[in-house]
């Protein structure tokens, strides 16, 4: 409980051997792709006998604390929960989840869904990172080499090393490329799908796919070698036994998320996908009705592809031609169409005839869904038995020519495309003037996530930089995210009362773009503080924060920053209307524990 000291990574013996350690493993690497060689990490120790003159001194504590009502932060600033906290997931943390196992229906796999503490038992400290942790490799040296200090977990490689998923080499992790179904790599699979989808003829780009959802996605090996032909691909997996794969996927610079197919919506809105790729997801898709098959058809496009590259494809042996024969009954109820199956995959299309669906219903073979509010998000949404009629869909073009598409569900919620076009412009000025503001090169950020997405002009601005946004829309508002698929994008409905679905120290940049005004009257679990909370636990050290907001909010998040351990920088800029607006610059400081 004592106060913490604070000193230069480098003046200490500890600092000099991590420089001759970098020293070292600069001639294996490109100088400067590597390394962030302005970041100097502080220590933090609760150990009073490490104090010594000349040292600064912060007042913050080493304390495990919990959320309390009414809401206080010490003025010593927020305290800091002990080193084995240093990963946790909220509202995945599975010492909670055992508690509530005996209300859980284990059989649907609920308990690989989100499940959030009470506000009581949700820890309200600073999450430090683990010994040694380093400031990430860059990308695109990333996509193949992270630290494995950042994640010093070896059960992946000693269970998947096999399958060229990822390997140890030295004091980095290796990943080859390589998956359950691809174990000699992405790229030889994805342009046998790509010839799949075609007849020989093309790739997956010109079969029509430009988003793909990966389902349990492991370290994201398919998503990074599908960038080439760019196509953008939202990649999910749970916090199961192959815990930590999410965590690999997000530090190689790979978009992802913790999520799983059970008893919920996914978090992602109808008709977003030209894609849905399960390699030994690890998904029973035959059981209760095909359930989780309807859900799959409620994500896809219409002429979008599922590709079923799992035992029941090929497998002759135990229960897989049983299952094989009741994938293949629900999906032709559904009035998908098997276009190919060779080299343990199977592939089909979602066709788009709705006789065959008034056929079949007449049949009894589906439920027609009752017409739902589109203008709704898939939040916490219960699974429907039904199959979605749909309406004309609009028709999309290129990925290129997407990003500036006025898509009609704006329409259909209110936002005209004079609205649209002058969001697109504002974000295009705002970009440059951020990045201006932040003084980085371009190679030093690349996980984004826009917090209060809106259109997906904010991502749209950044498409010629070297990131991926994480576009999200907050579950309270109208659904604009089907409007930012339609552009070719990616991101996911959340709330943020509730921690988000991603490890710790995993974004390079947070964007909130009036995010606390739109939560300023939601009550306990809401507040400004616990939204500060959990954006720094999801940025990383070094990361980036940048506020927008009324004068008063933001005055507010520039008092608390250094309680948070935040520098901060107040700027003025215009809003859309070409009125002054407060936007705050705040950076995390890259400090840890010893």
């Not at 859980?104 to 503490?117: A, F, I, K, N, T």
């Not at 390589?178 to 790599?185: C, E, L, S």
Request: charged share 20%.
């Amino acid at each position: 409980m004592a106060s913490f000291v604070v000193w230069s990574a480098f003046d200490s013996k500890t600092g000099q051997t991590l420089m001759i350690a970098l020293l070292l493993m600069i001639g294996s690497f490109y100088i400067g792709t590597l390394f962030d060689h302005s970041s100097s990490v502080s220590y933090v120790s609760n150990n009073p006998s490490l104090s010594s003159t000349g040292t600064s001194t912060f007042t913050n504590k080493v304390s495990l604390t919990y959320r309390k009502t009414p809401l206080l932060i010490p003025d010593s600033g927020m305290n800091i929960c002990p080193l084995k906290f240093n990963e946790i997931v909220p509202c995945h943390d599975q010492s909670y989840i055992k508690e509530l196992l005996p209300s859980l229906d284990v059989s649907r796999r609920e308990e690989l869904e989100r499940h959030c503490p009470p506000l009581e038992k949700r820890l309200f400290c600073l999450i430090p990172p683990p010994k040694d942790y380093k400031i990430p490799i860059r990308w695109p040296t990333s996509r193949d080499y992270v630290w494995r200090s950042n994640i010093n977990h070896t059960h992946l490689a000693e269970v998947k090393g096999g399958q060229n998923w990822v390997h140890e080499k030295d004091q980095l992790w290796w990943f080859p490329g390589g998956g359950t179904h691809f174990k000699h790599g992405a790229s030889e699979y994805i342009e046998r799908l790509g010839n799949m989808t075609t007849n020989e003829t093309g790739d997956l780009r010109s079969a029509g796919v430009v988003q793909v959802l990966d389902v349990g996605c492991g370290v994201a090996s398919f998503s990074a070698y599908l960038l080439p032909l760019d196509i953008q691909t939202m990649s999910f997996a749970p916090k199961d036994g192959h815990e930590n794969q999410i965590q690999f996927a997000l530090e190689r610079g790979i978009g992802a998320m913790i999520s799983a197919i059970a008893t919920k919506q996914l978090p992602y809105p109808s008709s977003s996908f030209e894609m849905v790729h399960c390699s030994r997801c690890r998904v029973d898709f035959h059981l209760n009705g095909g359930l989780l098959l309807k859900e799959v058809n409620r994500v896809l496009r219409t002429n979008g592809y599922f590709v079923y590259s799992a035992p029941p494809a090929y497998r002759k042996d135990k229960d897989f031609p049983m299952i094989w024969d009741i994938v293949s009954n629900i999906t032709s109820a559904m009035c998908w169409k098997l276009i190919s199956r060779k080299v343990q995959t199977a592939i089909w299309i979602k066709q788009d005839d709705q006789s065959c669906l008034q056929r079949n219903a007449e049949q009894k073979l589906i439920d027609i869904c009752d017409s739902v509010d589109i203008s709704k998000s898939s939040w916490k949404t219960p699974l429907r038995s039904c199959i979605d009629m749909g309406s004309a869909s609009q028709k999309l073009p290129p990925r290129s020519d997407r990003l500036s598409l006025y898509s009609a569900s704006l329409s259909n919620i209110g936002i005209s495309q004079d609205e649209f076009l002058s969001d697109a412009i504002f974000w295009e000025d705002q970009v440059h003037r951020y990045w201006q503001l932040m003084n980085v090169n371009d190679t030093e950020i690349r996980n984004v996530m826009d917090m209060n997405a809106y259109c997906g002009g904010f991502a749209v601005a950044l498409n010629s930089f070297p990131v991926w946004v994480m576009n999200v829309v907050p579950s309270s508002l109208k659904n604009t995210l089907s409007a930012i698929y339609d552009r070719g994008l990616i991101g996911a409905f959340h709330d943020w009362c509730e921690p988000f679905s991603t490890y710790p120290r995993t974004y390079d940049l947070l964007h909130a773009d009036h995010l606390f005004s739109h939560y300023k009257d939601r009550g306990e679990g809401c507040l400004l503080e616990d939204i500060m909370l959990e954006m720094d636990r999801i940025v990383r050290p070094k990361g980036f924060i940048i506020v927008r907001d009324e004068k008063h909010i933001t005055s507010r998040i520039r008092d608390l920053a250094p309680k948070f351990l935040w520098e901060v920088e107040s700027h003025v800029l215009e809003n859309r209307e070409k009125k002054k607006e407060s936007v705050l610059i705040c950076r995390k400081k890259f400090w840890a524990i010893v």
